[in-house]
Every structure is written in C-alpha cells, then in structure tokens.
C-alpha cells in the first residue's frame, strides 16, 4: 500500500483538498485499494476544526466527495509512516523538515514539482481564490499519478 500524506500550514485549506481529489482520482482509476491517503498541517493554529467551507464548497462544486473532516498537525513519527509528504509551497517544506528532521529517504515533495511548471500553490486562506488553488492541485495530482505510473510503483 502507498501511503501519502499532504500537508500544508492549516490542514483546512490546500491539504485536505488534495487529500480528497486524489482520492478520488486514483478511486475512478480503481487504484484506491493501493493507496491510505491523508492530510495534515504544519502548525497547531488549525488543529481539531474542519475544513474551510471554501474548500468544501469547490468540492462540492466538483462532485468529490469528501467525509467530516478534523485537522491536526504532522507528527516526527509521520516520516516513517507515510512513503509520501506533500507539501503545498516551500515553507510547507521546511516546516516539515523541522518537524520530522532530516529527508533521509527522500520522501518529502512539494506537489508542483510533479507538473511540468514547478511552483507554489497559494493559500486561498489568504488569496481566497480557491479556483486557482483546486486547479494547482489537480494539475499536482495529475502529475503524481503520472510519476508513480512512469516509476511502476502504480500499475
């Protein structure tokens, strides 16, 4: 099974939107038996709230589902659990890396670095375009599968 987790500051916004669009997607490619997907943040100001009703409401503009969700905050133990940390935008990832220490196994990403244009992905929690923020993410999403396809770890 591969494990991914992503993770951004809140894990209200941009993680959980990816945690639920590349549900499903890999679930319409009937890949979901091969994944545990997940989110979290990088810091406590969001812990134990659900999602942003902004991320909800381009969900369920989108018709993906998703479930109640209760933001919390990445663990050092995350590191060994998870096969692939996803950050949104390169302080995610320097958060993490003071988090879980060191990338010893080259499991932390940033998402974009996945599509042929590597960026950020902005906070709509500050833009408040989460238009911009959910194409960002499939466009991610897209070229994550894509990578585990080209590296044969997806079939």
Same mark, same amino acid.
């Given at each position: 099974m591969i494990k991914v987790l992503f993770v951004c500051l809140g894990n209200i916004c941009r993680s959980p939107?990816?945690?639920?669009?590349?549900? $499903?997607?890999?679930?319409?490619?009937?890949?979901?038996?091969?994944?545990?997907?997940?989110?979290?943040?990088?810091?406590?100001?969001?812990?134990g709230n659900d999602m942003h009703y902004g991320t909800k409401d381009k969900l369920d503009e989108k018709g993906i589902p998703y479930t109640k969700h209760k933001a919390?905050?990445?663990? %050092?133990? $995350?590191?060994? %659990?998870? $096969?692939?940390?996803?950050?949104?935008?390169?302080?995610?990832?320097?958060?993490?890396?003071?988090?879980?220490?060191? $990338?010893?196994d080259n499991k932390i990403y940033k998402l974009l670095d996945f599509s042929k244009n590597p960026r950020d992905i902005a906070d709509p929690w500050y833009t408040g375009n989460f238009t911009v923020t959910y194409n960002d993410i499939v466009e991610g999403c897209i070229g994550f599968l894509d990578y585990l396809k080209r590296k044969n770890i997806v079939k």
């Open positions: 939107m990816a945690e639920y669009v590349f549900k $499903d997607m890999v679930k319409k490619k009937g890949l979901e038996k091969q994944f545990y997907i997940a989110s979290s943040a990088t810091s406590y100001e969001e812990v919390r905050r990445i663990e %050092k133990q $995350d590191y060994e %659990k998870y $096969d692939y940390i996803i950050g949104m935008e390169e302080s995610n990832i320097r958060n993490i890396l003071r988090i879980v220490g060191n $990338d010893k």
